[in-house]
């Protein structure tokens, strides 16, 4: 009789602790996506507004996300799944360092060349989760041939987690130029 009522009465402590809000695997602070996303829109106003990019038209979507179209592509706007080439340097919007690129120069004149990469444009499939969110949603904005600035604030971009020459909770920016998608 033990022997049938002791696995019953392990998994019954098991489902109990597991639906307890003090549960000993859920680690950490939950993020802030709201309260992170407000504090970076105005960090990116006061930055749009001393900036000086010039622009034919900027895009404010909705998420928070900034595009600055600089010269205006042709063509379909991509859809999910469509394959997407593009050289980029990102960097980051509170000291202009930069952290990554798809030029070669860029990185040697930055410090940050890696002669175990090689240095040609970027191919992701769009809104597949191979980029930063933020990234999906501005090349959904824009068509091919676009030279861009992204503006990506945390929440879509690495949010609280550091990478690699980027701080937690960084404002990223992006000089784009879209060469096409398949």
Known sequence: MIKKVLPVFFLGLIALFSCEPTNPFNIGPVYDYEGNLAKDRVKIDAYLDTAKIDSIYRIHDPSGVVIIV????????????????????????????????????????????????????????????????GWDIAFNRIRPKTKAVFVIPSPLAYRDKEE???????????????LGLD
């Open 70 to 133: 600089q010269e205006e592509g042709a063509g379909s706007r991509p859809i999910t799944n469509s394959v997407i080439y593009t050289d980029y340097t990102g960097f980051l919007m509170e000291d202009g360092t930069v952290f990554d690129t798809s030029y070669e120069n860029v990185a040697r004149d930055n410090d940050i060349f890696d002669e175990k990469r090689d240095y040609i444009p970027l191919r992701f499939i769009l809104n597949t989760n191979q980029v930063i969110f």
């Open 164 to 178: 690699t020459r980027i701080p937690a909770n960084s404002i990223l920016v992006f000089n784009i130029d879209f």
